[in-house]
């Protein structure tokens, strides 16, 4: 499963750890993804999406029907 918000299109960034001896070694900074339900009212029926937690703020301030228009302009299947 990739770790994208279906919405903000956040996907994981990269850097370096860095230990006590200065080494450098690969990492991956994640973003907060969680699997959210909505109702989606228009199409009577219920909508599964994988939504960063700035995503899940974005659909409670624009609504569900608006960020389900905005996901599908940018070509993902809802």
């Known amino acids: 499963?990739?770790?994208?918000?279906?919405?903000?299109?956040?996907?994981?960034g990269f850097g370096?750890?860095?230990s006590h001896s200065h080494r450098r070694t690969s990492r991956r900074f994640d973003p907060n993804i969680?699997?959210?339900r909505y109702w989606l009212p228009s199409?009577?029926?219920y909508v599964r999406l994988?939504?960063?937690t700035t995503g899940i703020?974005?659909?409670d301030a624009?609504?569900?029907?608006?960020?389900?228009?905005?996901i599908r302009a940018r070509g993902v299947k809802v």
């Open 16 to 18: 370096n750890r860095i």
């Open 62 to 70: 624009i609504g569900v029907e608006a960020a389900v228009a905005r």
């Open 57 to 59: 703020k974005t659909v």
């Open 1 to 12: 499963m990739s770790a994208h918000c279906m919405l903000t299109g956040a996907r994981p």
């Open 50 to 52: 994988r939504l960063s």
């Open 43 to 45: 199409e009577s029926r």
């Open 34 to 36: 969680q699997p959210k």
